[in-house]
Nanobody, 120 residues
């Protein structure tokens, strides 16, 4: 089994910064794509940022230039640095990883989510 542990959410004023971190625990052989998604109340869950195993990144247009995603394969972590936060960034943020387990099963794993609140 593999599970993800997220940290770093909270309350911040508009214009401020937060850093979200997500670590994979369990029978991980290899981590492939890693990403962050977010879901605001009454909205669908949308991709915020994605990073491939070779470090290529992709961002939602709404966060380009403000958010940065990075990964540490040795530590099995992915980080989302969020700067210049806006009230519309408020949501539950979910970590997502595509995992190859030690028994060579391919899994897509989600974290439980961490709440980001941005006050105006």
């Amino acid at each position: 089994q593999v599970h993800l542990v997220e940290s770093g959410g909270g309350l911040v004023q508009a214009g401020g910064s937060l850093r979200l971190s997500c670590a994979a625990n369990g029978n991980v052989f290899r981590l492939d794509d890693m990403g962050w998604f977010r879901q605001a109340p009454g909205q669908q869950r949308d991709l915020v940022a994605l990073i491939t195993r070779d470090g290529s990144t992709n961002y939602a247009d709404s966060v380009k230039g403000r958010f940065s995603i990075s990964r540490d394969n040795a530590k099995k972590t992915v980080v989302l640095q969020m700067n210049s936060l806006k009230p519309e960034d408020a949501a539950v943020y979910y970590c997502n990883m595509k995992v190859l387990t030690t028994s060579l099963r391919r899994l897509e794993v989600w974290g439980l989510g961490t709440l980001v609140t941005v006050s105006s």
